[in-house]
Antibody, heavy 121, light 108 residues
Framework: RLQLSGPGLVKATQTLSLTCSVS??????????WGWIRQHPGRGLEWIGY???????HYNPSLESRASISVDSSQNQFSLDVTSMTAADTAVYYC???????????????WGLGRLVTVSS | SSELTQDPAVSVALGQTVTITCEGD??????GSWYHQKPRQAPILIVY???NRPSWSPDRFSCSRSGNTASLTITGAQAEDEGDYYC???????????FGGGTKLTVL
């Protein structure tokens, strides 16, 4: 349901652009947010940010100045841009659907396969 | 606090029961979710909220919450349950997400 596309290699200082194509549900469906998570080699999960069904965005404070998430309604997909990439941004990047069933219950129920992005000098 | 704390590693004998815990202030307000990740694979949701399981998750997985601690229990652990387990929830602000550091489960 979530298909991630984008480069596997980015040069330092450049901008990373990843896109997640969604099938089976509209990105504007109530009750769903669309998120990005990354995982550095051998490390745990790091939440990057999400865009809500209504277009509101929220980001990890550590990436807020460099990350941007947007939606393309015509293609039913959402995208992540990260500017000024460095070697520290080398990681597997995942897109995922965040479902919320109430004001207190949120969970990522579907994940894309993940894309290893390597930053070269 | 915006942190969730997990034990780094846990082991269980084949067929026995094991509980993995996750502590954090956000869990007093928000129900957590648990994810299982095998090497070189994407995480998958296994349990969430008040002991809910997606259709693909075996019924040996269950979860609960008490105070600021969420718990994942595997009743009758199987060899295929090895891997990393992550808890996650909205943080105390309600607008952002936080994941625990992960627990590596070994089935002996």
């Amino acid at each position: 349901r979530l298909q991630l596309s984008g480069p596997g290699l980015v040069k330092a200082t450049q901008t990373l652009s990843l896109t997640c194509s969604v099938s089976g549900v509209s990105v504007h469906s109530y009750g769903y947010d669309w998120g990005w998570i990354r995982q550095h080699p051998g490390r745990g999960l790091e939440w990057i940010g999400y865009i809500s069904y209504s277009g509101t965005t929220h980001y990890n404070p550590s990436l807020e100045s460099r990350a941007s998430i947007s939606v393309d309604s015509s293609q039913n997909q959402f995208s992540l841009d990260v500017t000024s990439m460095t070697a520290a941004d080398t990681a597997v990047y995942y897109c995922a659907r965040n479902r919320h069933d109430s004001g207190f219950l949120y969970y990522f129920d579907y994940w894309g396969l993940g894309r290893l992005v390597t930053v070269s000098s | 606090s915006s942190e969730l704390t997990q034990d780094p590693a846990v082991s269980v004998a084949l067929g026995q029961t094991v509980t993995i815990t996750c502590e954090g202030d956000s869990l007093r307000r928000y129900l957590g979710s648990w994810y299982h990740q095998k090497p070189r694979q994407a995480p998958i949701l296994i349990v969430y909220g008040d002991n809910n399981r997606p259709s693909w998750s075996p019924d040996r997985f269950s979860c609960s919450r008490s105070g600021n601690t969420a718990s994942l229990t595997i009743t009758g652990a199987q060899a295929e349950d090895e891997g990393d387990y992550y808890c996650g929830s909205r943080d105390t602000s309600g607008d952002r997400w936080v994941f625990g550091g992960g627990t590596k489960l070994t089935v002996l």
